[in-house]
């Protein structure tokens, strides 16, 4: 495969062979490690590493290895209360019945 000329060097950059990767397949990058590739084409591959970050790389430029390690299991996540179940939730807990509000007198302007 006939690949464009490089802007800085003036050589030939040759795009590696975007079937040696599909998706869900799992690679070892030196500097990342251990992550399952999500999308590859000619032009970008997307990985999800072990420590769920996501990232892009030019295809042509990228070194993995494939490996046969299988994915780590991950922990399902707790749900999350919001911040107003978590406020009203101690409240309700602790409520007491409110006294009858009593009315306030209007306020007079005084002249000058």
Request: with cysteine; glycine share 4%.
């Amino acid at each position: 495969m006939r690949g464009a000329a490089c802007g800085i060097c003036r050589e030939e950059v040759v795009a590696k062979d975007t079937r040696a990767f599909v998706p869900n397949d799992r690679v070892m990058h030196t500097l990342f490690g251990m992550g399952t590739i999500v999308e590859c084409d000619p032009r970008k591959t997307v990985i999800e590493f072990d420590d769920n970050s996501v990232r892009k790389f030019v295809t042509s430029l990228v070194q993995l290895e494939k490996t046969l390690d299988q994915t780590p299991m991950q922990k399902p996540k707790a749900a999350r209360k919001s911040r107003a179940k978590k406020a009203a939730a101690p409240a309700a807990k602790t409520a007491t019945p409110a006294a009858p509000a009593t009315p306030k007198a209007p306020r007079v302007r005084k002249k000058k």
